[in-house]
DNA sequence: AAGCTGACCAACCGCGTCTCT
DNA sequence: GAGAGACGCGGTTGGTCAGCT
């Protein structure tokens, strides 16, 4: 499909932003908001191109990005989630308010990786794009250059000359087909729940949204039948100040079918040696609301 | 003090996918 | 259904800095 030549256009800013650039950005979205980022370095005044102006926004500027080290606590999500999902950094950065895919891919290319291979725990290399072309490409090239005895200087440039050309050798890769589902969107609406110790869910919900939902006819909680417990236990749930009151996924009666991948994708989590499984269940229909 | 090395991370690149016409 | 533009993602690069020799 047709790409935007973008960072290629003569006259733009590269490299590292300066305050004012920072400034612009930051002024042009609160008034106008995200989105168009084609346009929106012309509209504010900025030398650059959109698709930089997107980054510095989404990884740097956004207001709700969270400074700061990364806590055991996040570290041990990142984990689970990665032996889950692969590097689909966006997914993992979407479990983890504040950070963002490019943080977390950094954070674990730099320190967990690292670490994790060090304690003798197998990683998980690749995606379930693995099988991509680009993946192929990469492990290709990777191959290449380890079986050479070059320099970490024209390494680099034997990188770049290869880029260029190897649209040719894609050609004699053996292609295999992943059959992935096609996303589906689809919004659970939260609702809120009080828990007995050990003992699941002690009434039906309380909120505004879920009580017109029920004398509508919709969805209630006994239709469900989704496993609380594991809810809690796969850390999908939101803890407020009261440690026994959480907020659950509902899904509307529609989506009853959807409500199943949900609860695979659970049983999955909580399985032994589920990787293999994972490869070909449609996580991304899960994360798009 | 100077040079080297590796870690870190912001930014770039290229591709796949989505959306609109 | 096809084509073009826009967006989002993951891999990679390169500048900076701290620690080591």
């Known amino acids: 499909m047709g790409r935007a ?23 042009y ?15 504010a005044g900025l030398l650059r191109c959109g698709k930089s102006c997107r980054l510095r926004w989404m990884n740097y500027l956004r207001p709700d990005i969270k400074r700061g080290n990364i806590g055991p606590d ?8 990665h032996s889950l999902l692969g590097n689909r950094w966006s997914l993992i950065a979407g479990r983890l308010p504040g950070r963002t895919d490019n943080e977390i891919k950094n954070y674990w290319n730099s320190h967990l990786s690292k670490r994790l291979k060090g304690q003798g725990i197998e990683v998980r290399e690749g995606t379930s794009k693995g099988t991509t072309k680009r993946a192929r490409i990469s492990q290709k090239k990777s191959h290449n250059v380890n079986n050479s005895n070059i320099n970490h200087s024209s390494k680099k440039q034997q990188d770049k000359r290869k880029r260029k050309t190897e649209g040719e050798d894609t050609a004699e890769i053996t292609r295999t087909k992943i059959y992935m589902p096609k996303p589906t969107k689809f919004t659970p609406t939260l609702r809120s729940y009080d828990l007995i110790e050990n ?3 002690s009434e039906v919900p309380k909120t505004e949204s879920a009580t017109s939902q029920e004398q509508k006819g919709d969805t ?21 100040d009261d ?23 659970y049983e999955l989590l909580n399985s032994e040696g589920n990787q293999a499984q994972l490869n070909s269940f449609p996580d991304q229909s899960l994360f798009l609301w």
């Open 220 to 240: 209630t909680m006994e239709d469900l039948e989704i496993n609380w417990y594991d809810i809690k236990e796969g850390g999908f749930f939101f803890e407020e």
């Open 5 to 27: 030549p973008c960072c290629s256009k003569v006259g733009l800013h590269r490299g590292p932003w300066s305050p004012e650039e920072d400034a612009l950005l930051t002024n």
């Open 29 to 43: 979205i609160q008034c106008h908001g995200e989105g168009n980022w084609r346009s929106l370095p012309k509209n």
């Open 199 to 201: 003992s699941g869910v």
């Open 74 to 81: 996040e570290e041990d999500l990142i984990i689970r989630l």
């Open 243 to 265: 440690p026994n009151h959480v907020l659950a996924f509902d899904f509307p009666s529609k989506d009853r079918l959807l409500q199943g991948l949900y609860q695979e994708y």
